[in-house]
């Protein structure tokens, strides 16, 4: 059993960043594929980030050329670092770890971007 616990959050200012982490219990981090997902107020849960056990990446549209996500398999975590952030940012990021048909989310930590 997975768990996965992100930290990070809080308010910015827009054009701001912040830096998410979600470190996950266990052994074999390494071979998870990991995403971060956002859940904007009064919206569906949005996938935005992935990255994969051999560390290549793939971004939401939104979030493309804006955010990055990278892994420290020695440390069990994942990170989503944000820049350039924007009002529609807003929202829960949760960490999710996949792995041959296995699914595991976080509980959520909120940013919200606002002036």
């Known amino acids: 059993q997975v768990q996965l616990v992100e930290s990070g959050g809080g308010l910015v200012q827009p054009g701001g960043s912040l830096r998410l982490s979600c470190a996950a219990s266990?052994?074999?981090?390494?071979?998870?594929?990991m995403r971060w997902y956002r859940q904007a107020p009064g919206e569906q849960r949005e996938w935005i980030a992935l990255?994969?056990?051999?560390?290549?990446?793939n971004y939401a549209a939104s979030v493309k050329g804006r955010f990055t996500i990278s892994r420290d398999n020695a440390k069990n975590t994942v990170y989503l670092q944000m820049n350039s952030l924007k009002s529609e940012d807003t929202g829960v990021y949760f960490c999710?770890?996949?792995?041959?048909?296995?699914?595991?989310w976080g509980q959520g930590t909120q940013v919200t971007v606002s002036s």
């Open positions: 266990g052994s074999f981090f390494s071979l998870y594929t």
């Open positions: 990255i994969t056990s051999a560390s290549a990446s």
């Open positions: 999710n770890a996949f792995r041959v048909g296995n699914t595991y």
